[in-house]
């Protein structure tokens, strides 16, 4: 399966991990639960936590290639709660942070998105970022979608 990376791609994978997210409910916070040995808040989408769950990640690559991540708002960071981006040991990068000095970061906490190239886990991406809001309008996580670049 052959995903060009391109802006245009970035944009329609996007649109399917909101989508699906946004099919399972209003999205919250409730509570406190571990990912990877880290307490950080429980992200909902209405009664479906996303905490250490891949299937919606997961359904997205399967149809548009490249990868996927939802991260919640924990403290100054965003963490990865449910991802399919791999370590270099081939492990989910669950657990693992936003870097805040990256420019996606800087677009979040702007209240603005962010596309373009960034660098993921020590990896160059071409991206989209987009905050995801509770139903009072704070942002409390992060859609990721992203394509590796080919060198």
């Known amino acids: 399966m052959s995903h060009a990376q391109s802006p ?13 997210t946004a099919k399972l409910g209003t999205p919250g916070v409730k ?23 891949f299937t919606v990640v997961d359904e997205v690559k399967k149809e548009m290639g490249g990868t996927a991540t939802i991260f919640v708002k924990s403290g100054d960071d965003f963490v990865r ?5 791999q ?3 081939g492990s989910r990068a669950i657990g693992t942070v936003l870097d805040p000095k990256g420019k996606a970061f800087a677009a979040i906490h702007g209240g603005g998105a962010y596309y373009g190239d960034a660098d993921i ?4 991406y071409i991206t989209g970022f987009e905050p995801i ?12 979608v992203g394509y590796p670049k080919t060198q």
């Open 8 to 20: 245009e791609n970035v944009k329609q994978a996007m649109a399917a991990l909101k989508d699906k």
């Open 31 to 53: 509570g406190a639960d571990a990912v990877a040995g880290k307490q950080v808040p429980a992200l909902y989408f209405g009664t479906t936590k996303m905490n250490n769950n």
């Open 81 to 85: 709660v449910a991802t399919n981006v």
């Open 87 to 89: 370590k270099d040991d």
């Open 121 to 124: 886990l020590g990896k160059p």
């Open 133 to 144: 809001h509770d139903s009072g309008g704070a942002v409390i996580g992060i859609y990721y």
